[in-house]
């Protein structure tokens, strides 16, 4: 009986131990290894051979790691993409450092393929200038895209790049005889967008939450995402993808959402 009883309690402390050995393995994942975990995901679009590979990353929330920095432009460039698209917070933190900018636009010079990118909320925030910006991507070949339009080299893709800094954004129709897509920062405002139609529409901002729980996902995300939380979503106005972002804000943790580019052939 003495022998019975002790494996009882034996096992009983097994079992209790089983989700604190549960809840620091999540620990560990999501502070130390996560966040510089980097995930390449690939999306094709349509059936046939694609005529144009582009990688999308967005919400860099560059804060100093100069060496995952490094490594992201270097994955990037691995992909050979035709051009890059960027969907913004370049930097961000609760305190913006202007060296910030400086470091993560040296670090974006080394894109070897045409850079085009919009505003995020964190550019607006902290009041960035955005001349060296536009600088920094017409040097790539791209562009930095204020509620403007520009066509790729080869003349078959549209780029329309909303800054969502208006309630009523005024119309960039989409341009006949190319492939269109839109960079824009907030997936909800997708919503807004009447009866344009695209072929590809590219947003950041929501993180994908930072933290993604088993059965039921993000339990808090940033405002102006809505529905629109991570992952490909077919809308009235065209594909949509949200990109999970690369850095972080606020709590420096990932958990079940790792940082991504993602690498998309249409």
Same mark, same amino acid.
């Given at each position: 009986m003495k022998r019975m009883g002790f494996w009882r309690m034996k096992r009983r402390r097994f079992l209790i131990s089983l989700p604190v050995a549960a809840l620091?393995?999540?620990?560990?994942?999501?502070? /130390?290894?996560?966040?510089? /975990?980097?995930?390449?995901?690939? *999306?094709? *679009?349509?059936?046939?051979t694609p005529s144009h590979r582009l990688?999308?990353?967005?919400? *860099?929330? #560059?804060?100093?790691?100069?060496?995952?920095?490094?490594?992201?432009?270097r994955e990037i460039n691995r992909q050979s993409p035709n051009f890059v698209c960027f969907t913004g917070d370049l930097i961000g933190d609760p305190v913006d450092k202007p060296e910030y900018l400086t470091d993560a636009l040296a670090i974006l010079e080394g894109i070897r393929a045409p850079l085009y990118g919009v505003p995020g909320n964190h550019e607006y925030w902290s009041?960035?200038?955005?001349a060296p910006i536009a600088k920094t991507f017409a040097a790539t070949g791209g562009a930095w895209l204020l509620d403007q339009q520009v066509r790729t080299h080869d003349g078959r893709v549209t780029l329309t790049?909303?800054?969502?800094?208006?309630?009523?954004?005024?119309?960039l129709?989409?341009?006949?005889?190319?492939?269109?897509? *839109?960079?824009?920062?907030y997936p909800a405002w997708v919503k807004k967008l009447g009866e344009e139609n695209y072929d590809l529409m590219l947003a950041g901002h929501s993180h994908g939450g930072q933290v993604r729980l088993p059965f039921i996902g993000a339990p808090k995300l940033a405002f102006a995402v809505d529905e #629109?939380?991570?992952?490909l979503f077919r809308t009235k106005n065209g594909s949509l993808y949200v990109n999970p972002g690369i850095g972080w804000f606020a709590t420096p943790i990932r958990f079940r959402c790792r940082p991504e580019i993602t690498v998309i052939e249409m």
């Amino acid at each position: 009986m003495k022998r019975m009883g002790f494996w009882r309690m034996k096992r009983r402390r097994f079992l209790i131990s089983l989700p604190v050995a549960a809840l620091a393995v999540a620990v560990v994942d999501a502070v /130390w290894i996560e966040p510089r /975990w980097l995930k390449v995901r690939r *999306l094709r *679009l349509n059936k046939g051979t694609p005529s144009h590979r582009l990688v999308h990353f967005t919400d *860099l929330h #560059y804060k100093g790691d100069r060496a995952f920095a490094d490594k992201v432009v270097r994955e990037i460039n691995r992909q050979s993409p035709n051009f890059v698209c960027f969907t913004g917070d370049l930097i961000g933190d609760p305190v913006d450092k202007p060296e910030y900018l400086t470091d993560a636009l040296a670090i974006l010079e080394g894109i070897r393929a045409p850079l085009y990118g919009v505003p995020g909320n964190h550019e607006y925030w902290s009041k960035t200038l955005f001349a060296p910006i536009a600088k920094t991507f017409a040097a790539t070949g791209g562009a930095w895209l204020l509620d403007q339009q520009v066509r790729t080299h080869d003349g078959r893709v549209t780029l329309t790049g909303m800054t969502c800094q208006s309630q009523r954004p005024a119309p960039l129709r989409p341009a006949g005889n190319t492939k269109n897509i *839109l960079l824009l920062h907030y997936p909800a405002w997708v919503k807004k967008l009447g009866e344009e139609n695209y072929d590809l529409m590219l947003a950041g901002h929501s993180h994908g939450g930072q933290v993604r729980l088993p059965f039921i996902g993000a339990p808090k995300l940033a405002f102006a995402v809505d529905e #629109y939380e991570l992952g490909l979503f077919r809308t009235k106005n065209g594909s949509l993808y949200v990109n999970p972002g690369i850095g972080w804000f606020a709590t420096p943790i990932r958990f079940r959402c790792r940082p991504e580019i993602t690498v998309i052939e249409m």
